[in-house]
C-alpha cells in the first residue's frame, strides 16, 4: 500500500510542480519531524525554526508527525499542497534506509527536494565497565576465540544500531547476535549489567551511563573523532584493512515537497546554509553529540544517494526486517 502511494504521490506532485507560486512571506513554514518531541531531529528542528524565523521575519512552526518509523512524516511532506512551504527534518534513517526496510517506494531525491544538508553524527560502541572487550581488534581477537556469539543489543530491529551491527559482522567476520529492545535506554542499562555483550547506541542516552563509569566507549562509528569524546577512537582507526573505510554516520537535512519552485529552494537553501554554521546553531548541534556537516541540495541529494545504496545493500545481505 505504501509503495502504491508514494507512486502516485510521485505522479500527483510531478504535475503541480508547475503550479507552485507561493509568496516566500505570505504563509507560516512549516518544518515537519517524523518523530515524536525531544529526539535529535527534534531538537535541531526547533532551533532551525527559531533562527530561520529571525532571519525570514516569517513564522516557522515546528510539528511532530510520528510513526511508522518516520514515514508518516515523510508521507505528510511528500502530499504538501502546493501553496504551502513545507519542510522534512530527515535523517538517514528516514531517507535512505526506510524505502529499502519498509519496501516504500520511496525516493528521497525524487519525491522530496533536497534543501541542505546540516549535520551528522556518530552512533558510539559501548560496553560494561569491566568488560574484557577493551578495543576494537580486542573484540575481534576475542571472538576468534569464542565458539559461540556475542550479543549485541539495539533500540529495534532495522535500527541504526542494529544494521551498524550487520554493517560491522558483515565487514569483520565477528561472530554476534542481535538482541532487539523495545527502546535504547533498556538496552544499555542491560550493556552495563552484563547481559548484553556490546551496543553500537546513539550518544545522548548512553552519555550518562559513560559519565558515570558504568559503560566504557571504546570507538565511534564515523569518519572522524567527536569532540564530546576526543580520546575515543574511530572504528577505522583500528589499523584492520577491512575497517579503514567504515562509516556508520547519520546525517540530518532538510528537505520540502518537490512542488517547491527552485528560486524558493535556492532561497532557503542559502539561509538554512547561514544558520548552520552560526555559533549558537553550531552549540545546540554539539550537545546533541552532533557535529555540522553543511552542503547544498545538490550536496545533500548525492549523500542520501550513497547512503541509500550502502544500506539497501547492508539490508539484503543481513535479511533486517522492521519490529
Known sequence: MLR???????????????????????????????????GGNDVIARQLAKELSELRKQSVLVENKPGAGG??????????????????????????????LLNTGMDATRDLEPIALLASTSLVLVVAQDSKIKSVQNLIDLSNQRTIPFNYGSSGNGTGGHLTGELFKEVTGVKMSHIPYKGTSPALVDVAGGQLDFMFSVIPPAMAL?????????AVTSKKRLSIFPEVPTIAESNIKSLNNFDSSVSYGVLSSNKISPAIAKELSSQILKIGGGPEFQSKLLAE???????????????????????????????????
Open 71 to 100: 514515514n508518516i512524516g515523510t508521507e505528510y511532506v511528500v502530499r504538501a499542497p502546493a501553496d504551502e512551504i513545507t519542510l522534512l527534518l530527515g535523517h538517514t534513517g528516514t531517507v535512505s534506509i526506510n524505502p529499502a
Open 4 to 38: 502504491r502511494n508514494f507512486l502516485l504521490i510521485a505522479l500527483a506532485t510531478s504535475i503541480s510542480r508547475i503550479g507552485w507560486a507561493q509568496s516566500s512571506s505570505s504563509r507560516p513554514i512549516k518544518i515537519v519531524v517524523p518523530f515524536a518531541p525531544g
Open 210 to 218: 559513560i559519565q558515570s563509569g558504568k559503560l566504557r566507549a571504546i
Open 289 to 323: 553529540g552532533a557535529v555540522p556537516a553543511l552542503g547544498n541540495g545538490a550536496e545533500y541529494s548525492k549523500l542520501i544517494q550513497a547512503e541509500s545504496k550502502k544500506w539497501t545493500t547492508v539490508i539484503k545481505k543481513s535479511g533486517a526486517v522492521p519490529d
